[in-house]
Structures are given as structure tokens and as C-alpha cells.
């Protein structure tokens, strides 16, 4: 079992965009309470790595290939790029983060627009050419620019909506696939 129900977003959307698979290399943002890090952990096996990064500290316990940094992607520090160096270029950038939500509309999607920069940011230093992209973002105005700006960036960009619970009714995922740029293998 997983230890956040927010599992299910990504199982879906690896089961229609073949995602995750033995021996990759993943980079999974925003990772804690660890769910998405879990199942992406299970699905690279053990020949396989997962570096996980989040603000938040997690009791849960990661299989050998899973490196878990507690971090701010903004101000990342020694361990965290260690790991980036060590294990670049990535097949798969993952980023589930979301912002603490103030309430008011305007500082939650600014907020949520600076998180999905510096994940294409982090994405673009580390994932290897062809990779592929996955973020959450949440509706409004500036969500349309920033898929303009993965489509430049990768062979093709994907909208998935997860069946929706009401408060997370804005959030929407953008699957970028095929890296056009970064290291080869
Ligand atoms: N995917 C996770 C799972 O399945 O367990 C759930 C992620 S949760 C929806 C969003 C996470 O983004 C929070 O744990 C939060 O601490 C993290 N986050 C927000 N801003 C961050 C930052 N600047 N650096 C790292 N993590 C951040």
C-alpha cells in the first residue's frame, strides 16, 4: 500500500503514456509523503534508481534503489545535487509539487507557475535526450504559455486531468515526451 491516495495520478498516466520501466532513472519532485516515489520505485525494480527531493521529511520506507533528500528545489543543497550529478542524465523528471495553499487565486497560481519553471528548469540540466516530463500545474491563465513552452521543448506535450476530487478540481497534468535536447545515454 502507498502511503498518499495520490498514487493513482500517475499509475494512470503510466498506463497510457508506458512511462516507467525496468532500469530507469527517475527524478521525482515534490516526492514526500512518497507514494509517487514508491510506485516509481517498484516499476525501475532494483536495477533501477529514484531520487526523490521534498520540503517534508517521510516515515516511509523506500526500497535500497530510492535516494530521498529532504530540500527546496529553489535552493538546493550539497546531497540533492550530488545525487543529480551522480545519477544524470534522468529518463524521467517527475514533479507532483504543489504550493501551500493561501486561498487567494492569484498568489496560489503564481506560486504554482514558479514550482513548474524551476521543475522544466531541474528537467532540462538532467533528463536525457528522448525523456520524458511529467507536472502538475494549476489551471489559469499562464497554464496554456507554459505548454507552449514544453512544446518547444519536447516531441509532444499531453493534458491529463485526473478524475477529480473537489479540491484538487485545478490541478492538471502536462506529459512532455521525447526530450528534444540534453545527453545521450
Ligand atoms: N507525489 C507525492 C506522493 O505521491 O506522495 C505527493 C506530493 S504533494 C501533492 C506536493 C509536495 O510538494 C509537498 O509534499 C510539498 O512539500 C512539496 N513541495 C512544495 N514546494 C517544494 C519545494 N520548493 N521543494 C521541494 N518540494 C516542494
Known amino acids: 500500500s502507498y502511503p498518499a491516495r495520490s498514487v ?3 499509475k494512470e498516466m503510466d498506463k497510457r503514456f508506458s512511462l516507467l ?14 507514494s509517487w516515489t514508491l510506485y516509481a520505485a517498484e516499476r525501475v525494480g532494483s536495477k533501477g534508481v529514484v531520487v526523490g527531493v521534498d520540503l517534508q521529511e ?3 520506507k523506500f526500497p535500497e534503489q530510492v535516494r530521498f533528500f529532504v530540500d527546496d528545489v529553489f535552493e538546493p543543497r550539497a546531497g540533492f545535487l550530488g545525487a543529480l550529478k551522480e545519477y544524470a542524465p534522468f529518463d524521467i523528471v517527475l514533479s507532483d509539487m504543489a504550493p501551500k495553499t493561501t486561498g487567494n487565486k492569484f ?3 503564481a506560486r ?5 519553471e524551476e521543475a522544466l528548469a531541474l528537467a532540462h540540466n538532467c533528463l536525457i535526450n528522448g525523456g520524458n516530463f511529467v507536472v ?10 507554459y505548454r507552449h513552452e514544453l512544446m ?11 478524475k477529480s476530487s473537489r479540491s ?9 515526451l521525447g526530450f528534444k535536447g540534453g545527453q545521450d545515454a
Open 168 to 176: 484538487e478540481s485545478k490541478e492538471i497534468f502536462y506529459v512532455g
Open 8 to 10: 493513482y495520478k500517475l
Open 152 to 162: 518547444q521543448h519536447f516531441r509532444s506535450v499531453k493534458t491529463f486531468k485526473p
Open 136 to 145: 502538475k500545474i494549476f489551471m489559469g491563465p499562464d497554464a496554456d504559455a
Open 112 to 116: 504554482s507557475m514558479n514550482l513548474v
Open 107 to 109: 498568489t496560489d497560481q
Open 58 to 60: 517521510t516515515e516511509t
Open 21 to 34: 520501466k525496468p532500469g530507469m532513472k527517475a527524478l521525482d519532485l515534490g516526492a514526500a509523503p512518497g
